[in-house]
């Protein structure tokens, strides 16, 4: 692999810098605060929970509803308050992607609420989002067979690097931000956007694997961080 | 081979062995591996590998005791919140019997009650019940929230934990298995004993804690440590509420005194209903237990 | 569903009347307060406010727009609430509802009243372009007493607002994104929050008591003690004794909440 340099003076398997912290909020059943490059997030988690809205539930499990949400002021150019298309798409692969950890059978006709809400946004936002919904979910006590992770990697300048920045993200060629349950390496979130040959696509699959192996370990720390005594 | 030691730490997730133990609560098999379905701490007992969670919703249960507040009033029930993502319904008949009453002159909405769960159907509801000693409406005290989880723990092991609290600030308490605990005795007791609660919620899974709620507490009343005693063992096992009966007996023996007492002084109509209540209460019970009932009230979980 | 238990109502009251609160407070005293600026780059003007467990994010992103009609030579100051369903159970996602729009306008006269930013200077050309300043609340997480949060965040944020210089070259305007000058913010405003609960006025409530609260009544102060904003809220009457005894507590606690900003 070259020497590359990106434009932040990452090489091509380095993530940005990355901060998480579990339990933030104290309203909340669960919550985490996530950072990386630029990007801040904030997850909160309620349920499993009563729901009004029957049609959505399951006679024999519980159910989970995500909501990804863009502060006005998270980009350079004021976004306008409420859903729009990209965030409702977000909103229902984020639920998939977290559906699959899942172990609600003991809380039938329940909802588990998950509300992503991006303070600030420079890149790579919906795995953001996933990496720190798990984290949330987590603090709320729901029960997971495994603590889903997100990352990307990308092509730029006809490179596969890991994790792209907002720049890369607009500048390059191809953007596959992916979702895994890390004990098995399932994959829960799949997206591609961009021109990728079959060989280009299988390498960014594995960088962003590995990507998602080191937010992983992150993400234990913080809910150790959070709960280990002394 | 088992990977994780007892009370430790662990995460949904995370394998806790292989082969060799028995998946408890919390965990599940993942082939021949043993996982954590939780963030929670590790109980290793006789080969069994259970994760004990540190936060959870209440699920209803047949048989727990719970604390719950009237949500609604319906035409021959109530609907009571039992602070859990399923709701519980009280029947007319489970609180009057076969007598017809406005059911809202007996409980209304926002009174908050001490019951039995009685059965759970298949979609989760629970059935309660005021059938046994010391249920039925609070009157006065304060309700502090904690997660059902540390329950075990804010009772402690054969009450050890309850009771010192008790004796220490005088207040009552009745502990609720959905979380919900009801506390009353002197004003700056009760704000007293529900800061304890929260300390005892927070750390519960640090060993020492009984000694150093201990200590709190005597500093904050008597303004002095108490003299040292043996530390205490970090409890797992699900108390039994058995202690609770003397106490709740006592205080229903202490209640209908004072309620006579007050009857006697002036013949309040909210009085009067209560009373109504509690001589039906009675009347059930006495019906019930003619009927050689299976189990005693209180005695077990 | 949301039912407030008749003892808690009752041993808050109780307490109250007894001069004393949940948490140990006096019914004048605040809850810790914490206030950071520039937390969201992104954003021209930002702060986050705690007090105690409640949280308020505010940014204030700028735009180019026309002034209105009426004020051709002045910028535009437009706020807007999101109480985000994160920030509390019963919260709902969509379009702000009737508590949120409230907020958002109370916390505005707040600002707009006390003439505290110079809308003259966020002219660009006179009957053409001047600066919006959207100010966007972000309600995180919600134990009480929002209004006073809300208040100090978007003081906060303004104060800390920087805009690029705009020129107006041959009808179009030009940003020198350079050269940033701050807002000019030229007073303090801050907001004290009362609940009435057994005939008492209890400053900056906590979530317990106002649920249980039979009324509400924000005050508005500027640093120099004028009385910019008001609004009374929650189902029970209160007296003019009640209004008095808010307001000269208001006054004073002013002094003490502008020293965070």
Request: glycine share 8%.
């Amino acid at each position: 692999m070259s020497e590359l340099i990106r434009e932040d003076g990452r090489k091509f398997d380095e993530l940005r810098p990355i901060k998480i912290e579990a339990g933030v909020l104290e309203r909340a059943d669960g919550s985490a605060y996530l950072e990386v490059g630029g990007n801040k997030i904030l997850v909160a988690v309620y349920g499993p929970r009563e729901s009004y809205i029957r049609r959505l539930l399951e006679p024999n499990t519980g159910v989970i509803r995500c909501r990804y949400n863009m502060a006005p002021f998270s980009v350079d150019d004021r976004k306008r308050p409420g859903p729009d298309r990209r965030s409702s798409e977000i909103s229902k692969i984020t639920a998939d992607a977290l559906r699959p950890a899942l172990m609600l059978e003991s809380y039938p006709r329940s909802m588990v609420d998950v509300y992503i809400e991006v303070i600030e946004a420079e890149g790579g936002t919906r795995c953001a989002g996933i990496t720190a919904a798990s984290v949330a979910l987590v603090d709320a006590g729901v029960p997971m067979r495994d603590i889903v992770v997100g990352c990307a990697a990308g092509k730029v300048s006809d490179e596969i690097v890991l994790d792209l920045s907002e720049v890369e993200d607009k500048e390059g060629q191809a953007d596959v931000p992916i979702a895994i349950m890390p004990r098995t390496g399932e994959i829960t979130l799949l997206q591609s956007d961009g021109n990728l040959t079959e060989e280009e696509f299988q390498k960014a699959i594995d960088l962003a694997m590995e990507g998602c192996m080191k937010v992983s370990e992150l993400q234990k720390e913080a809910l150790m961080k959070k709960y280990s005594v002394e | 081979m088992i990977y994780v030691e007892n009370k430790e730490l662990v995460i949904p997730g995370q394998i806790l062995a292989e082969d060799e133990c028995y998946p408890g609560r919390g965990t599940f098999k993942d082939n021949n591996r043993i996982c954590s379905s939780l963030i929670g701490l590790v109980s290793l007992r006789n080969k069994k590998i259970r994760v004990i969670p540190l936060k959870s919703k209440y699920i209803p249960k047949k048989g727990d005791v719970v604390i719950g507040k009237i949500s609604d009033v319906r035409f021959s029930m109530w609907d009571v919140d039992i602070n859990s993502p399923y709701s519980g319904i009280l029947s007319a008949f489970e609180a009057l019997g076969r007598d017809k009453k406005d059911l809202n002159r007996v409980f209304d909405v926002g009174d908050v009650l001490f019951l039995r769960i009685i059965d759970v159907d298949e979609v989760k509801k629970a059935k309660l019940g005021l059938k046994g000693r010391g249920m039925g409406k609070f009157k006065g005290g304060i309700i502090v929230e904690i997660s059902p989880t540390k329950v075990p723990r804010l009772i402690g092991k054969k009450g050890s934990m309850i009771n010192m609290i008790k004796n220490k600030t005088n207040c009552k308490i009745v502990v609720g298995q959905n979380g919900l605990v009801w506390v009353k005795g002197n004003e700056d007791m009760e704000q007293l004993t529900r800061e304890v609660i929260h300390v005892i919620e927070k750390e519960a899974h640090t060993s020492g804690l009984t000694n150093k709620i201990k200590n709190k507490l005597c500093l904050a009343i008597d303004g002095e440590l108490p003299v040292d005693e043996s530390e205490e063992e970090f409890i797992f096992e699900k108390p039994k509420l058995q202690n609770f009966k003397e106490e709740i007996e006592q205080e229903e023996r202490e209640e209908a005194a004072r309620l006579k007492k007050e009857q006697e002084e002036e013949n309040d109509d909210k009085n009067n209903l209560y009373e109504v209540i509690e001589e039906l209460k009675k009347n059930k019970e006495e019906e019930n237990s003619s009927q050689s009932d299976d189990s005693e009230d209180d005695s077990n979980v | 569903m949301d039912v407030v238990p008749e003892i808690t109502r009752e041993s808050i009251r109780n307490l109250i009347i007894n001069g004393k609160r949940e948490d140990g407070r006096l019914l004048d005293e605040y809850r810790d307060i914490s206030i950071e600026t520039d937390v969201i780059s992104k954003a021209e003007g930002s702060a986050r406010v705690k007090i105690g467990g409640t949280q308020v994010l505010v940014g204030v992103k700028p735009q180019i727009g026309s002034p209105f009609p009426d004020t051709p030579d002045l910028g535009v100051l437009m706020t807007n609430c999101e109480m985000l369903p994160m920030a509390d159970p019963t919260f709902e996602p969509g379009p702000p509802g009737e508590d949120s729009i409230e907020l958002a306008r109370v916390v505005d006269r707040g600002i707009r009243e006390s003439e505290l930013v110079d809308l003259d200077k966020l002219c660009i050309e006179e009957g053409k372009h001047v600066w919006m300043l959207f100010i966007d609340l972000h309600i995180i997480d919600n134990c009480g007493n929002l209004f006073d949060a809300a208040e100090l965040a978007v003081m906060s944020a303004l104060k800390s607002t920087k805009l690029p210089t705009a020129t107006v070259v041959d009808e179009e305007v030009v940003l020198d994104e350079e050269n940033l000058f701050e807002l000019p913010v030229n007073n303090d405003v801050a907001m004290c929050t009362f609940v009435k609960i057994g005939g008492e006025m209890v400053l900056d409530p906590s979530l317990s008591e106002e649920r249980v609260a039979d009324a509400r009544l924000n005050v508005g102060v500027t640093r120099d003690g004028k009385i910019c904003a008001m609004q009374k809220g929650g189902a029970e009457p209160l007296t003019k004794d009640d209004l008095f005894a808010a307001v000269n507590i208001a006054v004073s606690k002013t002094k003490e909440l502008v020293e965070y900003l």
